[in-house]
T-cell receptor
Framework: AQSVAQPEDQVNVAEGNPLTVKCTYS??????LFWYVQYPNRGLQFLLK??????LVKGSYGFEAEFNKSQTSFHLKKPSALVSDSALYFC?????????FGKGTMLLVSP | DGGITQSPKYLFRKEGQNVTLSCEQN?????MYWYRQDPGQGLRLIYY???????QKGDIAEGYSVSREKKESFPLTVTSAQKNPTAFYLC?????????????FGDGTRLSIL
């Protein structure tokens, strides 16, 4: 069965610094990987996805993610964090008809 | 604007009562999903539907029921058999079942017990 791990419950960064939110996955076939963001009392917003091709995927709001097949990782990155990036971030993997989500990582960006 | 509308935003359930959460989409998406979100547990799949008049159980279907009579609508009923219904419920849809299609989410319904 597919699974996703987000090893950090919370990540703290200062505004202007680069950020990384970690994700590792396990699937038996080709991975289809996604990152979503959730603001308080809202639904999830799609940020980016990896299906195939270039290992560096660019998405919304300046976010990007690096797919590493050998390490089974799909870390979310941003070169310069904004206070408004503070939110809950979910990594997800899809193998058949459904998405499996990680437990989420709270990103806190301080001014 | 196309999107997914969930209602109500807040809902309270009495003991022994069934309640129904509404989910409507105008994105012309074939597939729809219901998730339950609890603090620190991520999202767990309750039910999903790939086409009208068809749906499948997800990981935590016990105590829940759904219907898919129209493409636009996928209501979720939380029955009295669900002993711990307090959670944030999210509805989602996607164009189809192709693995590369992202899911689009509504803004959720927060269900609490009176």
């Amino acid at each position: 069965a597919q699974s996703v791990a987000q090893p950090e419950d919370q990540v703290n960064v200062a505004e202007g610094n680069p950020l990384t939110v970690k994700c590792t996955y396990s699937v038996s076939g080709n991975p289809y990987l996604f990152w979503y963001v959730q603001y308080p009392n809202r639904g999830l917003q799609f940020l980016l996805k990896y299906i195939t091709g270039d290992n560096l995927v660019k998405g919304s709001y300046g976010f990007e993610a690096e797919f590493n097949k050998s390490q089974t990782s799909f870390h979310l990155k941003k070169p310069s964090a904004l206070v408004s990036d503070s939110a809950l971030y979910f990594c997800a993997v899809r193998e058949w008809f459904t998405l499996t989500f990680g437990k989420g990582t709270m990103l806190l960006v301080s001014p | 604007d196309g999107g997914i509308t969930q209602s109500p935003k807040y809902l309270f359930r009495k003991e022994g009562q069934n309640v129904t959460l509404s989910c409507e989409q105008n994105l012309n998406h074939d597939a729809m999903y219901w998730y339950r979100q609890d603090p620190g547990q991520g999202l767990r799949l309750i039910y999903y539907s790939q086409i009208v008049n068809d749906f499948q159980k997800g990981d935590i279907a016990e105590g829940y029921s759904v219907s898919r009579e129209k493409k636009e609508s996928f209501p979720l009923t939380v029955t009295s058999a669900q002993k711990n219904p307090t959670a944030f419920y999210l509805c989602a849809s996607s164009i189809g079942d192709e693995a590369g299609q992202p899911q689009h989410f509504g803004d959720g319904t927060r269900l609490s017990i009176l």
